[in-house]
């Protein structure tokens, strides 16, 4: 009887044990993830967090006061999650219009001395809130930054910019020539028009180009062989620092795209008007 409870009991510890040590991993990995309010962080009495994707927002309240959780402007709630909604009440409202429409999510406890978590998902991304209640301390609000999102946007700010630059400068129009054929598949990247001046070709795309799969170039030799080529990308240009007769864009592996550009005569349109 006694080797039995012995081994009972060996048992019982190794269960705890084992259960002790992930709950042991789960509450580190909470607390490093929590991000608590800071001095540095206020703007008026508004406590404005970094937002960082899987961290967790501590946000402090007080019986009979209302915390704001203000979105990022034209942000739009999908859903709002709360752990206790019987000892806490959570209630949504929006400000301003047009762009500066804001989403706002009022939180309020009954008493003091509660915990609950509040998750809300949007059509961007989703918020992780620690909700603790104390006796006084109350938070008027809080928001974020996003520092990924204005990284990006500054990004595409760039590219846009990039797009409208002209892809050469200095270039009279009537020195162009644009007696070339474009030939072959229709995939969605295939160009609108090919041009010269004289010294450099010049391929152009769709401004939608900048978000798909670029395709990269051959020259066609003498004997149709194919052979890449040196060239560069101006916003939705490709410039080539030579003339050639023929050229393919081709993109894929077994079911290959080919587009063929090929240079026609006389040359150009001055030439064509004089005729």
Known sequence: ????????????????????????????????????????????????????????????????????????????I???????????????????????KRAHILVKPFSAGLSTNLIITTDRRVYRLQLLSTSATSMAAISWTYPAHELLALKRKDASAEAAKPAAAGVAVEDLNFDYVITGDKPAWRPI????????????FAPDI????APP??????????????????????????????AELRLGEKAQQIVRITRTEPGRRKDRRAS
């Open 193 to 204: 028009r090919a041009f010269d001046d004289g010294r450099q070709t010049f391929i152009a």
């Open 1 to 76: 009887m006694i080797p039995i409870l012995i081994m009972s009991a060996s048992l019982t510890v190794l269960a705890m044990s084992a259960t002790a040590e992930p709950a042991a991993h789960v509450e580190a990995a909470n607390q490093a993830a929590l991000r608590e309010p800071s001095r540095a962080g206020y703007v008026d009495a508004v406590q404005v967090y970094p937002y960082s994707e899987g961290a967790l927002y501590r946000l402090y309240a007080a019986p009979e006061r209302v915390t704001d959780i203000a979105l990022q402007p034209g942000e739009t």
């Open 78 to 100: 999908t859903s709002v999650a709360a752990g206790d909604t019987v000892r806490w009440t959570v209630g949504d409202t929006m400000s301003g219009s047009a762009e500066a």
């Open 210 to 213: 900048a978000v798909g799969e």
């Open 217 to 246: 170039l051959f020259i066609l030799g003498p004997d149709g062989e194919a052979q890449l080529v040196n060239y560069r990308v101006a916003g939705r240009y490709y410039v080539v620092d030579r003339l050639f007769g023929a």
